[in-house]
């Protein structure tokens, strides 16, 4: 089954400027994702989505090919990632190039690890679920979550004030690494979420969003950590 990894990576970050190519531990974030596609050795075709010329250089010295820009229509702060990899498809099919299985890969997941993701497309590839995806387990059980109204803050859920967290279902939500779909699923559910969707379990530590100067420092922190672990 031909397999095709995807990592949209367009220029033009508004909460941390050139953030796709900033020095992630000395070496463009970027690149970490572009390295673990590499390393999971799954694919046919690694393939960096940008509209911007510096993305781009910075793409192809990492080892994934450009070989197309990504369209305006494509390019704006509305465009969904399932946007960004229909367009992707798209511009394969007309170069003759048809594959099985589709890979989004987020730009800035440094903590992501190549058996992860493998696991991910192998479930895919096996029949076993037409999507999957990296997830966390949230830390504090969201049954006791707390809201406040008319100015006082009361429980969400007081049905759950006395309950053992241990005997409250785990909720988790995704970690922001990765997607994975069988491409006919996709097609067929207009992105990578559909009924036999699976999710692949990860640790607080393999997680952190990026989207802002104290995010960065927490990768790096958890970077160091888990390699300092032997874990990645």
């Given amino acids: ?80 990632t399932d946007d960004v990899v229909a367009e992707v498809l798209d511009a394969y099919e007309r170069m003759g190039e048809r594959f099985d299985v589709i890979v989004c890969l987020y730009a800035t997941a440094p ?4 058996e992860h993701l493998l696991t991910g497309v192998r479930s895919v590839q ?22 406040v109204r008319d100015g006082f803050t009361v429980m969400q859920h007081p049905e759950h004030a006395l309950s053992r967290s241990q005997d409250l279902e ?26 036999r969707t699976r999710g692949i379990e990860l640790s607080e530590l393999e997680v952190q969003d990026v989207d802002s100067a104290t995010d960065w420092a927490l990768a790096e922190l958890k970077y160091t950590l888990l390699h300092a672990s032997g874990t990645n």
């Fill in 1 to 80: 089954m031909r397999g095709l990894a995807v990592i949209p990576a367009r220029g033009g970050s508004k909460r941390l400027p050139g953030k796709n190519v900033r020095l992630f531990h000395g070496r463009p974030i970027m690149a970490y994702s572009i390295e673990c596609a590499l390393r999971a050795g799954c694919f046919d075709e690694v393939m960096v989505s940008t509209d911007d010329e510096t993305i781009a250089r910075v793409a192809l010295e990492c080892g994934a090919r450009v070989p197309f820009r990504r369209s305006e229509a494509t390019a704006d702060d509305y465009s969904t």
């Fill in 111 to 114: 903590l992501m690890r190549a």
């Fill in 126 to 147: 096996s029949g076993e679920c037409d999507a999957a995806f990296a997830m966390v387990r949230y830390s504090y059980p969201v049954q006791r979550a707390l809201v």
């Fill in 170 to 195: 785990p909720v988790y939500h995704d970690a922001g690494q990765f997607y994975v779909a069988s491409v006919q699923a996709f097609r067929e559910y207009g992105g990578f979420w559909g009924p």
